[in-house]
């Protein structure tokens, strides 16, 4: 009887190992044949029950229901562990890395915007301007009427405009908007300047992002970026400006391309020109606008004109990058592809 107890506690203990170590589902059914099928040693001995004491047909019975009971566990568990494990492998086999190249193997770099703003901003750094900036979100009276632009003026049909619910706020300086040019910035200098009892002179360009209600098209951003430089002083003239416009062209765009200023008309400069420059084809490109401060934007900012001149000019950073990297269509600049960006 005892014998027949270790026996079935041995094929228990020796079969949970065998079962461990198999590694495929095929060794494993087979073993599960030999374990537990109808000519494994537990069957013979389950058989041989009914020849058995009555008095020890229960203990040895119990015994043998526990070998079963567990190798039969043992089985269904390394059933499920090798299935899993087949499928990681199938699955590592057919799997496809869905990730761009560039996204974790590199390190970003800097967006072309990014890239022509930095370098505009040296260029006049380098001649001599300081930098400014101001909030993005304006009020009416330092986009528009500080500008020569009061609220019936025509020409403000000319900026698409984004007005901001913003309450009571917009009851002091007029309604608050997205800012529609850098130009706000340009005022608030001349107004800090006028403050503090000094005065100009003020050299300084203002770069920075604008909004506009524009549908995004190959030309044209509903978002997008402008850098406008003012130099108030005494004795400024169109002269000044022009030789201003030429030395920043042949800085950024190169020694050999020159530039040139069309007659036109903003509000808030008196006389107004476009800023043209040369191609190597002949032709010309516009890239800006410019003119002399008009006076009564000197005025509003609290400057007076019989003692104070200046010029301004702006130009589009998008559109530099544009022309600077040969790109054809504005959208790629937003569309963050990264076949597009990784060449910059």
């Not at 007076?304 to 790629?332: N, Q, T, V, Y």
Request: aromatic share 6%; proline share 5%.
């Amino acid at each position: 009887m005892s014998d027949k107890l270790d026996e079935a506690r041995e094929l228990a203990r020796t079969g949970l190992e065998r079962i461990n170590r198999t590694t495929s589902v095929e060794a494993l059914d087979a073993l599960d044949s030999e374990l537990l099928g109808k000519r494994s040693r537990l069957t013979e001995m389950r058989a041989g029950l009914r020849d058995a004491d009555p008095r020890e047909r229960k203990e040895l019975g119990r015994a043998l229901n526990e070998a079963r009971h567990t190798l039969d566990e043992a089985v269904s568990a390394r059933r499920e562990e090798l299935a899993a494990e087949a499928l990681r492998t199938e699955l590592l086999a057919e799997g496809r890395d869905l990730t761009e190249a560039l996204g974790r193997a590199r390190v970003g770099h800097q967006h072309p915007i990014t890239l022509t703003w930095e370098r505009l901003e040296d260029v006049f750094v380098g001649m001599g301007f300081t930098v400014e900036d101001g909030p993005e979100v304006e009020t009416d009276w330092f986009n528009f009427e500080a500008l020569n632009l009061p609220a019936a003026h025509p020409a403000r049909s000319l900026w698409d405009t984004l007005y901001v619910d913003a309450g009571e706020e917009s009851t002091e300086r007029g309604e608050v908007l997205l800012r529609t040019h850098t130009s706000p910035v340009q005022v608030r200098t001349m107004l800090r300047a006028a403050a503090v009892g000094t005065g100009p002179p003020i050299y300084v360009v203002c770069p920075g992002r604008v909004y506009r209600r524009d549908t995004a098209d190959a030309t044209h951003l509903p978002v997008f970026h402008q850098i406008e430089g003012l130099v108030v002083d005494r004795g400024t003239s169109m002269g000044d400006l022009a030789g201003t416009i030429e030395e920043f062209t042949k800085a950024y765009f190169g020694e050999s391309l020159t530039s040139r200023l069309r007659p036109s008309y903003f509000p808030f400069t008196e006389p107004s020109a476009e800023v043209d420059i040369s191609q190597p084809d002949g032709s010309w490109l516009e890239v800006g606008g410019c003119g002399m401060v008009h006076p009564n934007v000197l005025v509003h900012c609290g400057l007076d004109p019989e003692e104070w001149s200046g010029f301004a000019f702006g130009f589009g950073i998008d559109r530099l990058a544009k022309i600077r990297h040969g790109i054809s269509d504005l959208r790629e600049l937003v569309a963050n592809d990264m076949r597009f960006l990784e060449q910059f």
